[in-house]
Every structure is written in C-alpha cells, then in structure tokens.
C-alpha cells in the first residue's frame, strides 16, 4: 500500500487479547504471550475499537472484513460485537458509501452453546463463523479442556446446534495431531453426518505433550490421502447432481492450484503478506503466529499505511518470501506446494530453509493428482 493507495482489507482482531476460557493444551497463542514482554494486552475498550473503525474504513476499497480471533473472543460480550458492527456500518455509510464490510469469527463455542443470543446475532447479521471442534470426543476432550480439567466438546457440539438451528454460516476447524491422523474417514464421516460440509484441517506443531511432537511428517500424509479419498467420492457426486457440495479447504485449494489460479489460504499463496493482527490495546502485528515484541508495527490509530511501511511490517514482507533452493526449484509439486506457511519452515529464510510437511505433501499430490486435474477442469468451465 502506497500513497494514497486504497484497496480490500482484512483485519484480525483480538478483542481480548489471550483470555480463553478453555487450556487447550495445544495453543500457540498461550506460547507467544509467555514470551512477550506483556502477556495479556486486556479486553478492548470502546475508544480503541472506534479507532480500528475509523483506520479501516478510511483504507479500504471494495470490501473490508473484520475477523474476530483470541484468545476466546466471544469473552468480550455480545453488547459490545453489536455495538462494533453498528459503528462500523455507520462509519462506512459516512466515510466510504458502497464499501462491502463482512465479519467473521473463530470460537471454541462454550458461550455460543449457552443461550446467550450469539448464535441468533451471528445468523441475523450474516456473520461468518468458525467453530473449533477436534474431531472425536475422546480426542477433543483430551486436548481442549477447560481450566479445571473437564472436556469441552459437548459444549462445542451444543454451539454446532445451537449455530445450525439459528442459521447461521458456520464452518468447522479441527487441529491435526497424531492421533487425530489416524481417523480421518471416522471423522469426515461423522462431520458429513451432522451436517458439516465445510471443513478445514490444519496440522499440529505445537506440542501436547512432554515428547515435543504433536504430528509427524508421516501421519500428515496418511490423514491427507485417507481424507482426500472421503471428499473426492463425494464432490464427484455432487458434480454429477447425486449429492451435496462438501468443502474441504485445503482440497479446494489445490484444485484452485491445478486450475492456475490462487489458493485462498495464505499459507499456499507462496509469501507472507501483512494481515494486521489487532491486539487488545490497540497495537498491531504482521500475522497471528507473529504476535511477538520484534514483529510489533505500531497502533492502529496510527493509520494503515503507517502500519504498513513500518520496519517490522517491510521486515516480515521481505522474510515471508522464501528463496527457493534447487530442490525446490526442480519439484514437480512447487506449484502446489508452493514452500508452505512460513510457521511450518526450518531454517534460516533464505538460506538453508525447509519445509517440514514437505514429504507429506509430496505424497497427498502423487496421490491425488490425476484427480486434481480432473476437478480443475469443472472449476475452469
């Protein structure tokens, strides 16, 4: 973003900063505030939220979408999610008419699944939401407890319910352990069952035990090529009218890949880019998994443009790219590939980086890669 330059923006906020009411035992976010000089940047105050108002709606062009992200960010109540979707309508109505504002949110669902008006004021307003939920119970509860010990996924279940009944979007997003990557049918097929269709997958590198290895390189490609195998019979049914769209992200993504167009998800895009991660106080960062003292751009009543050309905002740009060494150059699978997010790399960026899903990956585009063109075919027409 130069000069005046306005164009789409997105901005992650933490409207709580790390507050959660649940320890899962998995979180990297718990583990960047441990080592920041302020662990808890505490709840969002009004005059902090009408700043990040102003400061997007004056950048942005076309759309403008506010993510909600923790922490658990449902903590910060439901008065004030209604007072920051009025404030920011208004505020485009008066300063950028025609800007198309969108809200997403990423929850654990413990308040949506009580009778709190979450699920209805999502579902009214047309909120996207995403709702945490790993996979089995035994599974979920084992890695997402709440502080005293007792397991979360029934109150994750009610939130499901509770979302579906009211209308509202929601999606689902499941944390891949080891563990977890043995069940991939299991679990596709239980999510299929209640009614899931929009699933995303992400693996595990943060540890959940003392041995420091949530999922191996190995179990990363076995979950992939069992899951591929679950959603490719059944988006086949669905191209041919003999059933529902299931959508799997990082399966459509590389459909998207094998079409030539972009990847939706940031980590397959090929480089960072800057996400404008807003804390509690106000102050602002490059990427969720950056939340860290270095990697801090300034506040955002500073202005995004400000943000943006600030040292540590050029510094994660000018790092997020990888330089690709003749293995990488030379694979046939770099464009789908495309060397990861940049949280899954090892290595010193751009010398002796690797990618350590790597094999993982190889194995999911020999696998499924005639079948990857096939669909990018109905994607093109």
């Known amino acids: 973003m130069t000069g005046n330059e306005r164009r789409p923006l997105s901005l992650l906020i933490k409207p709580v900063s790390g507050e959660c009411n649940l320890a899962c035992r ?10 920041r000089k302020t662990r808890d940047f505490g709840r969002m105050s009004d005059e902090t939220a009408d700043e990040l108002i102003k400061s997007a709606v004056e950048a942005a062009s076309g759309s403008l979408t506010f993510s909600f992200q923790g922490g658990e960010p449902t903590l910060w109540g439901l008065a004030n999610f209604k007072r920051f979707q009025e404030k920011a309508i208004s505020a485009a109505e008066e300063i950028a008419p025609g ?34 939920i790993d996979g089995t119970p035994p599974l979920h509860d084992a890695n997402r407890p709440a502080p005293g010990g007792k397991g979360s996924y029934e109150a994750a279940l009610k939130a499901a319910e509770n979302l579906k009944a009211s209308g509202a979007e929601f999606n689902i997003l499941t944390v891949v352990t080891d563990q977890t990557a043995k069940r991939a049918s299991r679990i596709y097929s239980d999510y ?37 195998d679950c959603w490719y019979r059944d988006i086949k049914a669905y191209l041919t009218g003999k059933g529902e769209r299931v959508s799997v992200r990082r399966f459509d993504d590389l459909v998207r890949a094998a079409a030539g167009l972009m990847p939706e998800e940031c980590g397959s895009r090929g480089g960072c880019s800057v996400q404008y991660v807003v804390e509690g106080d106000g102050s602002v960062y490059p990427c969720d998994f950056y939340c860290l003292d270095e990697w801090k751009m300034g506040y955002i009543k500073d202005g995004i443009k400000t943000l943006f050309e600030s040292p ?6 000018e790092t997020g790219f990888p330089k690709f060494g003749e293995k990488c150059r030379s694979c046939v699978i770099l464009g789908f590939c495309r060397f990861g997010c940049r949280r899954y790399r090892t290595g010193i960026p751009g010398e002796n980086e690797e990618y350590i899903y790597c094999e993982a990956e190889k194995s999911l585009i020999n696998y499924a890669g005639r079948r990857l063109s096939e669909l990018s075919v109905y994607l093109r027409q």
């Open 99 to 132: 800007l198309d504002i969108r809200f997403t949110i990423q929850t654990n669902g413990v308040l949506v699944a009580e009778d709190s008006g979450f699920a209805e004021f999502f579902a009214e307003n047309s909120w996207l939401v995403g709702l945490s």
């Open 192 to 228: 299929k069952s209640r009614g899931w269709n929009f699933m995303q997958f992400i693996p595990c590198i943060d540890s959940v035990d003392e041995s420091g290895k949530s999922l191996s390189c190995e179990n990363w490609g076995l979950f992939q090529r069992n899951l591929f």
């Open 312 to 317: 540590a905002a050029q510094k994660f740009l």
């Open 26 to 35: 998995y979180c990297f976010y718990r583990a960047e505030t441990l080592v």
